[in-house]
C-alpha cells in the first residue's frame, strides 16, 4: 500500500525559512517522480516544484530562487526547502507520487507576522 506522510509546516514570519519532508513507502521511490503542491486558502491546488527520478527539477515562477526540492533516494524521502518565505506562500503543502496517483496527508505552512 502506497503512503506518503508530509512534516515539517507551521508558523513562521515573512522572510523565514521552513524544510518540508515527505516519507514514502509501499513504492519504489527511485524510479518515481515526486512534486510538491499547495493548496491556497479559497484557492485549487497547485503545481509548486517537481523532481524526476533523475534528478531534473522545476518550479512554478513564484518560487524560483527561493525553494528548492531534492530527494534522498536511501531513505524514500523528497524533500522541499522554502526560504525568503511570503504571505502568499500560505496554504497546505502536499506531496504527491507521478505514476501510482497517490497524495500524502498534507501540511499546513502559513507565513504571517
Known amino acids: 500500500q502506497v503512503q506518503l506522510v508530509e512534516s515539517g509546516g507551521g508558523l513562521v514570519q515573512p522572510g523565514g525559512s521552513l524544510r518540508l519532508s515527505c516519507v514514502a513507502s509501499?513504492?519504489?521511490?527511485?524510479?518515481?517522480?515526486m512534486a510538491w503542491y499547495r493548496q491556497p486558502p479559497g484557492k485549487q491546488r497547485e503545481l509548486v516544484a517537481m523532481?524526476?527520478?533523475?534528478?531534473?527539477?522545476t518550479y512554478v515562477e513564484s518560487v524560483k530562487g527561493r525553494f528548492t526540492i531534492s530527494r534522498d533516494n536511501d531513505k524514500n524521502t523528497v524533500f522541499l526547502q522554502m526560504n525568503s518565505l511570503k504571505a502568499e506562500d500560505t496554504g497546505v503543502y502536499y506531496c504527491?507520487?507521478?505514476?501510482?496517483?497517490?497524495w500524502g496527508q498534507g501540511t499546513q505552512v502559513t507565513v504571517s507576522s
Open positions: 509501499g513504492i519504489r521511490f527511485s524510479i518515481v517522480d
Open positions: 523532481i524526476s527520478s533523475g534528478g531534473f527539477t
Open positions: 504527491y507520487a507521478y505514476a501510482t496517483g497517490r
